[in-house]
Structure formats: structure tokens, C-alpha cells
């Protein structure tokens, strides 16, 4: 029964914004650690930022232009996307892990997403 659905991805210029949004049904998202990955073509996936009831983290390399949020009633996760740059392009993906951890690495989460696209290009 567990699902993650995320959306709002999309083409933008460099130094453009996007809010992705991860929905999510099947479980409790109060007790739950969600991370954002992303993966671009013929490259690793690669973890972006996780959020649980306490914790927060984020990958280096969005740190300052990345944020991200939850609202627990609607049982959906946010990635805010600010100054974007060319190498953002990825598709990217929510997940979910069953265990307590600020873990950015995919092995450690369980339940995927389907993944959204998002290019930045001019």
C-alpha cells in the first residue's frame, strides 16, 4: 500500500526555481525518513536531502539553493529548488526509509517513486 508520487518537475532556465512535491499514502509520514535522490544519464544516483520527525541534511552540492520541507497532514514532502544550474538536470526521485537514519545513501531507503524530470537548461 505504500506509495510515492512526486511531481512538479519541469524545463527551466539556469538560475531558475522549481518546488517538486512528493505524495505519499500507505504509512505514517510523522514516523517516517523521506529523501529526495536524483539521477541524471549515465551517472549514479545520488542523494539530495532527507527529512524526518528531527532531522534534516543535505548533499553538498545544493546546500544554500535547496530546501526541504513536510507537511505531515497532507503527507507530503517538498524540495524547493532555487538558482538552479545545468548539472540540477536529473530526474528525481522521492523514497522512503523503514528505519531512523540521516542517511543519503539509496541502499538505506526502501519505497520509490516513480521519479519526476527536471532539466535546466538555455
Known amino acids: 500500500q505504500v506509495q510515492l508520487v512526486e511531481s512538479g518537475g519541469g524545463l527551466v532556465q539556469p538560475g531558475g526555481s522549481l518546488r517538486l512535491s512528493c505524495a505519499t499514502s500507505?504509512?505514517?509520514?510523522?514516523?517516517?525518513?523521506i529523501a529526495w535522490f536524483r539521477q541524471a544519464p549515465g551517472k549514479a544516483r545520488e542523494g539530495v536531502s532527507c527529512?524526518?520527525?528531527?532531522?534534516?541534511r543535505y548533499a553538498d552540492f545544493v546546500k544554500g539553493r535547496f530546501t526541504i520541507s513536510k507537511d505531515n497532514a497532507k503527507n507530503t514532502v517538498y524540495l524547493q529548488m532555487n538558482s538552479l544550474k545545468p548539472e540540477d538536470t536529473a530526474v528525481y526521485y522521492c523514497a522512503r526509509s523503514v528505519s531512523g537514519h540521516d542517511s543519503l545513501y539509496s541502499w538505506n531507503y526502501n519505497n520509490w517513486g516513480q521519479g519526476t524530470q527536471v532539466t535546466v537548461s538555455s
Open positions: 527529512i524526518g520527525s528531527r532531522i534534516i
Open positions: 500507505g504509512f505514517t509520514l510523522d514516523y517516517s525518513t
